[in-house]
């Protein structure tokens, strides 16, 4: 078992137009730990990880594996070396099904010369599935399958080949804790192989109880680099974002007034018998399972999905959205799971991107009023604390957590009257976390009603007034957020009414 | 070289890579017949021989962008020409006849649109049917002939001029400002181009995705009637499979187009430039006395070496 260094990076450097994404980075991998890497948005963990994988070509750097010097030019050599990864963003080809995605890229097993054996292919795909110990449909395309699914097929693939360091760029934020428990016991095992795993992540409490080093970056350098055992969360983050954060919730404000939307008896052939009022004001979280149909009770209240029975009122009014465009309009906006997919035009600049859901507000008869747009733009991107050197660059060359403040940008441009958030922190980092944090509190305080769906329970425990609780489409309670702490929540999501 | 500069020269080809071509094009050809091809004579010919071609491409343009295609364009511009020139016959004002079958042309490609973004047909499949049927439709009502004797004021869209600048061109200047104007000043173009880029994303964002595709194959309508009533009138006859040509050609420019100025999406200022390079091209060729089926093997030479230039400059870059 090799416990030594395995793998060390010197002077690493990466320019991007207008930002240096990497300054000189040094750091080094050892056999048998599992190494932390965190860092606000825009740090440049993921840079550093895509230039392993050969993705990126890096403008300087020196690599040593196992002490000899070697180069990574492409994704070839990354598997050469052993380098196995996850990335941060899906990069899954939607028609192919779960198998063809996990060896995409990988040798498929062959027979007969050149044919594909697809048995064999299907045995190794179970094997990986069950050493994961997950389970997933491997004939349907993966766009058929939901967010968690996907985000394991992701998983999945980093284990088609028997790698010696394995990277992990927020591997677990689409999982419910119950797959990311199984994610951290692959680890483990990975771990008493001998074999080195780089997490990366914004969850610190993850980080603090999995690693057994830390390496924090800030601006494209390495700041502070320590055992884990040394570190608490509060060193973590005043090392991150160079400043402390009393707390990771903003206090509440304002007041909860009058009904918004009443949903009366909602079904249809995802959801049974849903009922709940919301008031302006409010900030409603929803609980429950991955699969509960939480996301689908959004989509929904977001005309994505039809009504088959049932009412909602919204302001008074009957409020029967067929479409997005119908529910924009009545001042309904969601911020969807999965930004890549639902959220953003990848190859738009980000001005485009936070006036998609506004074009009428910074036109003239259909004339766009460029300024006006870009100042509009700037204003929400800022409220936000979007990161990015220029608002006319395309929104993939941003990090992903700012990605995701994009999408948050344009729904606030909107100013809702509800808005629905579905993991609206996924990606973000802790203090820009905060920031949204307030966001949302403070668009509440001037009347609007959100709702929040989230894997993160401490995040709907910490936002939400009242929580209402779904299993298998059907709602089994709901609570004000009055002393519900973790065991009970969990109680709830699993459909006892009571701890 | 070291890598920052690399990269630049890389950005460079990359957007401007196949505008550097057209003018080699210009170049070449000028060196080689010095007296004739850069002469005023047929600098002016070329913009002439162009016009309807970018007229009917820069509606096509519209279309790409969220990634659809019409195949249909050329059958709508033939039968808009068959339609006009038989309603002029049966004595009917130009102006009426003109207005007529412009308002035809757009409703077939309304249909096509219809078929496509409401039906779900793909529109490759769905433009090869209507394409089949519209020229169907064109032969049948011209009974496979060529109409002539068209009245005399008709003449003035494809051959007239206004002091010095012909008629056809000026109808080509405003199609692209109009084209333009859509794509890069109005919510409409935005929300074109968002499709283009993510019709998912787009949808939640509240965009009417539908209705939107099928405006686009609305103007690209228009845009093949208007292109095939001035081929008409440049023809100064209507034949049932005259607009023919335009489907692969028009569909050309707006792939070369995608190679320049903007990486990978169609825009009207590439379309534009792909057209004038496959007008210099065939001008060029017939002025070197090159075999006309030597021109369409060099042609589809030519198309694809600018796409690949782009795309391994773009690859090369990351
Ligand atoms: N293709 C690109 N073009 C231009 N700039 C880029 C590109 N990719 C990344 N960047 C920039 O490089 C910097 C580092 O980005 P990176 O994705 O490495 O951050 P990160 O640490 O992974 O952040 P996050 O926590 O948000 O995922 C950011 O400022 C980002 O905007
Ligand atoms: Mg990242």
Redesign the interface.
């Given at each position: 078992m090799n416990t030594g260094e395995v793998l060390r990076i010197e002077g690493l450097k990466k320019?991007y137009p207008g930002v240096q994404a990497l300054k000189d980075v040094d750091i080094s991998f050892s056999g048998g730990e599992v190494h932390g890497l965190v860092g606000e948005n825009g740090a440049g963990k993921s840079t550093l990880i895509k230039i392993l994988a050969g993705?990126?070509?890096a403008?300087e750097g020196v690599f040593r594996f196992d002490g000899k010097e070697s180069t990574i030019s492409s994704s070839k050599d990354a598997t050469r070396h052993g380098l196995s990864f996850i990335h941060q963003e899906l990069n899954l080809v939607n028609y192919f099904n779960a198998m063809e995605n996990i060896f995409l890229g990988h040798t498929y097993p062959r027979h007969y010369g050149p044919l594909v054996d697809w048995k064999k292919l299907r045995e190794q795909t179970r094997t990986i599935c069950d050493s994961l110990s997950i389970d997933l449909p491997l004939e349907k395309p993966v766009s058929h399958l939901s967010a968690v699914q996907r985000a394991m097929v992701a998983i999945a693939r980093a284990f088609a080949v028997n790698g010696r360091i394995y990277f992990m760029d927020e591997p677990a934020t689409a999982l419910t804790d119950v797959e990311k428990e199984k994610l951290f016991n692959v680890i483990q095992s990975l771990k008493e192989q001998g074999k080195t795993v780089v997490y990366v992540t914004h969850n610190l409490d993850d980080i603090l109880r999995i690693t057994d080093r830390i390496t924090v970056m800030r601006d494209g350098q390495v700041v502070k680099h320590s055992r884990t055992s040394t570190m608490t969360k509060d060193s973590l983050i005043s090392a991150m974002i160079g400043k402390n954060l009393a707390s990771a919730f903003p206090p509440k404000t304002g007041t909860i007034g009058k009904p918004l939307m009443s949903v009366e008896n909602l079904s249809n052939s995802l959801l049974r018998d849903i009922s709940f009022t919301l008031h302006s004001g409010e900030i409603l979280g929803i609980g429950g399972l991955v699969g509960s149909g939480r996301t689908e009770l959004l989509e929904t209240l977001?005309g994505?999905r039809s009504v088959t029975t049932g009412t909602i009122l919204l302001d008074g009014t009957p409020y029967r959205p067929g479409?997005?465009?119908e529910?924009?309009?009545s001042g309904v906006v969601?911020v969807?799971e999965e930004r890549r997919?639902?959220?953003?035009?990848?190859?738009?600049s980000i001005n485009?991107n936070i006036?998609?859901?506004s074009?009428?507000e910074v036109?003239r008869f259909?004339?766009?009023r460029h300024t006006h747009l870009r100042r509009k733009a700037l204003e929400a991107g800022r409220s936000v604390r979007l990161k990015a050197s220029d608002y006319e660059h395309h929104v993939d060359t941003l990090s992903g957590g700012n990605q995701q403040k994009v999408v948050f940008a344009?729904t606030v441009m909107r100013i809702p009257k509800v808005l629905m958030l579905d993991e609206p922190s996924k990606g973000v980092d802790v203090g820009a976390r905060f920031e949204i944090y307030s966001i949302i509190r403070d668009l509440a305080s001037h009347g609007a009603a959100i709702i929040v769906v989230s894997s993160d329970f401490n995040e709907v425990l910490g936002l939400a007034d009242r929580i209402l609780f779904i299993r298998e489409g059907g709602m089994t309670s709901i609570h004000d957020n009055e002393g519900i702490d973790q065991e009970q929540y969990l109680h709830y999501c699993y459909g006892r009414t009571h701890a | 070289m070291n890598?920052?500069s690399k990269t630049r020269a890389l950005a460079i080809i990359k957007t401007w890579g196949t505008l550097m071509g057209f003018l080699l094009l210009l170049i070449v050809f000028s060196t080689l017949r010095p007296d004739v091809f850069p002469s005023g004579r047929n600098m002016r010919n070329i913009i002439e021989q162009v016009a309807t071609l970018a007229i009917v491409a820069s509606g096509v343009t519209v279309v790409m962008i969220t990634g659809d295609f019409d195949l249909s364009v050329g059958a709508i511009a033939s039968l808009v020409g068959v339609v006009a020139a038989l309603l002029m016959k049966s004595g009917m004002s130009t102006l009426m006849s003109i207005l007529l079958a412009l308002a035809l042309g757009t409703s077939a490609g309304l249909l096509n649109g219809l078929i496509i973004a409401y039906g779900g047909l793909s529109a490759f499949v769905g433009t090869l049917a209507t394409m089949t049927a519209y020229g169907g439709v064109a032969l049948l009502i011209s009974k496979g002939t060529t109409i002539f004797a068209l009245p005399e004021n008709f003449k003035v869209l494809g051959q007239g001029s206004l002091s010095l600048l012909p008629v056809s061109v000026l109808i080509m200047a405003f199609t692209v400002f109009v084209v333009y104007?859509l794509l890069e000043?109005?919510?409409?173009g935005?929300?074109l181009?968002?499709i283009?880029?993510?019709e998912?994303?787009?949808?939640?964002?509240?965009?009417?995705t539908r209705q939107v595709r099928l405006i686009a194959f609305g103007v690209s309508g228009f845009f093949a009637s208007l292109g095939g009533i001035v081929l008409t009138s440049r023809l100064f006859s209507a034949h049932p499979q005259a607009g023919s040509p335009f489907m692969l050609n028009a569909a050309a420019a707006v792939f070369l187009g995608m190679t320049s100025f903007r990486e990978?999406?169609a825009n009207i200022m590439g379309t534009l430039l792909g057209v004038f390079i496959i007008g210099v091209m065939g001008n060029g060729l017939n002025i070197l006395g090159i075999n006309t089926y030597v021109q369409s093997i060099l042609t589809g030479a030519i198309i694809i070496f600018a796409v690949l230039l782009s795309s391994i400059a773009k690859k090369r870059q990351?």
């Open positions: 320019q993705i990126v070509k403008d977001f994505v479409s997005p465009g529910a924009i309009s969601l969807p997919k639902g959220g953003l035009v990848l190859s738009r485009e006036t998609l859901m074009l009428p036109s259909g004339f766009l344009k | 890598t920052h104007l000043q109005t919510t409409y935005r929300r181009y968002a283009g880029g993510n998912e994303a787009s949808f939640l964002s509240g965009i009417r990978g999406e990351k």
